[in-house]
Every structure is written in structure tokens, then in C-alpha cells.
């Protein structure tokens, strides 16, 4: 059970974090900074996904996109192999701010190396917390950024996005994203995907 002062410690760093991303200068159409709210999202999906997840798992999953307009897609090349490298870099860049927000709260060491660890994904298909991370990340994407993204792609290139999206996520995850309420076209373009529709 999380004691008084870890969950004091717990609010503070979160709340660092969201301050960190609160400095987004790309912004939602209400005013609120990208990356504040798209951490939230993802802290309220963990909660639908399993709220029992440790602390561990609500330090990475808050700070999974951390500052991350400091390394915008646009300064790698175009193709899939560069694609990869920015996302793994960024993954190594979010772990770094994060663990230097997470030792600032007082956190030890073990702690932030586990959350730098699961924030990179290091081994999610065998680490559940890393898995759980990562279904948390697809669902938010399914939910709340699926069908603006899917405008700018054309139909064949955007099942195979899904497709993708789909064999990352556990069996637990999968399920959780067939409960959400699709607009019509994003129904067709995943039930395409998954070959039921």
C-alpha cells in the first residue's frame, strides 16, 4: 500500500511532469497544451485499462510523451526506417526527462531505472507493465486521435497502420479497443483491418 509521503511524492512528480508538458507550444482546439492532455489521456485509460497498475506504471504512462515537441518527426527523413529511429530516440529522450524529474522528486534510483525501462519498452511483449504501457498508448491513439490521423492516409496504408496496432496490444487491450464507440468510418477501416467487416 502506497504510504502518505509516497503518494505525496506521487502527486508532486505528476504534477512536475505536467508542468513540463504544460510548456507545449502545440496546442488542442480549446487552447490546452497538446502533450498535457494527451498525458492525462493516457493516466484515464490506464485507470479503465487496471486500476490496481503500480506506481511504477502511472510515473511512465504520464510521462510517456514528455516534452515531446523537442524532437519533432520532421527533423528525421521521410521512409519507415527513419520512423523507427526517430520513435526510438524519442523513447530514450522521454526515459532521460522523465528520470531527471523522478530523482529531482526523490525518487531512488531502482525506481526510476524500472520506469525508464518501461517507458522505453524494453521488452513488452514478455514485461507486462511495458505491454501494459503499450496497450494504454494504442487505446489512447484508437480513441482520440484515430480518426483525425487517419485523413492525412490513404485507406490501404491506414489498415496497415492498424494492423500493426493491433498485433502490439494483448489480448487484455484488444478487447478494451472493440468496446470503443468509433466514428463510422474508422469502424469500417479497423473492421477491414481485422478482417470482420
Known sequence: MTSQS??????ACIARFDSANAED?????????????????MSAWLDRLDPSAPDEVRLAVRAQHIRRWEIP???????RRAY??????????HADVAGAIMRECRFE????????GIIRKEKFKI??????????????FLDHYFDA???????????NILRRTWRKMSEEGQQAALTIDYPPRCATLLNRALGTG
Not at 529511429?85 to 523513447?91: E, F, I, Q, S
Request: net charge negative; glycine share 6%; hydrophobic share 35%.
Open 109 to 116: 534510483d531502482e525506481m526510476v531505472a524500472r520506469v525508464q
Open 149 to 159: 490521423f487517419s485523413d492525412a492516409q490513404e485507406e490501404t496504408s491506414m489498415v
Open 6 to 11: 509516497e503518494a505525496e511524492r506521487m502527486r
Open 127 to 140: 514485461d507486462p507493465w511495458a505491454q501494459l504501457l503499450e496497450d494504454v498508448a494504442c487505446l489512447v
Open 25 to 41: 507550444p502545440n496546442h488542442e482546439p480549446d487552447g490546452t497544451p497538446k502533450e498535457l492532455v494527451y498525458g492525462q489521456r
Open 73 to 79: 518527426r520532421a527533423s528525421y527523413p521521410a521512409g
Open 84 to 93: 523507427l529511429k526517430w520513435r526510438r530516440d524519442l523513447g530514450r529522450f
